[in-house]
């Protein structure tokens, strides 16, 4: 599958995909409330995927300070982001996104990954635009939540969130 095109300034893809609690997460209504922070990555349970979201989870506080909601994507069922986010009791929600049909429409996909969906970081801000958006060249990297916190300094000094 191509690679969508997506600019920073589009109108970011809308989605609504059932949270690992059961209910559901509809970004154009996420998004009148607070600027989103997508989180695509690969599976969870897996090394890397692990470590970045309880890198995430331990510097919550930090995101509330900006007013910012995370939201987990990946390919895995409710069932199995129930587990993984009861075991490491994660403040933020984590969506089904069946045949990384979202992150495709992201353009979150790696060359090194073969096309298949790689870890990226998007922000969709209060208007449902694309204000950032970061796709992982390689498997085992990830932006850190210092990385995504000088992002979103950044649009704020730039007026767009």
């Known amino acids: 599958m191509a690679q969508t095109k997506l ?11 059932i949270q690992s609690d059961g209910s559901q997460f509809h970004l154009s209504e996420a998004c009148k409330q607070r ?16 470590a970045q979201l309880c890198e995430y989870q331990d510097n919550f506080d930090e995101f509330k300070k900006w007013d910012v909601q995370l939201l987990g994507l990946s390919k895995d069922s409710s069932e199995k982001h129930q587990k993984f986010s009861k075991k490491y009791q994660f403040s933020f929600p984590l969506v089904t996104d069946s045949g990384n049909q979202v992150a495709k429409s992201y353009g979150c996909s790696s060359q090194w990954m073969l096309g298949l969906v790689s870890r990226a970081i998007c922000i969709v801000g209060r208007e449902q635009k694309l204000l950032y958006r970061h796709v992982e060249s390689l498997p085992v990297t990830r932006r850190t939540s210092q990385d995504i916190i000088k992002a979103l300094e950044e649009l704020k000094i730039q007026k767009l969130i």
């Open 7 to 17: 600019n920073i300034g589009d109108l970011a893809p809308d989605f609504n995909l």
């Open 35 to 50: 600027p989103v922070v997508l989180v695509f990555y690969p599976g969870d349970f897996t090394p890397v995927c692990t």
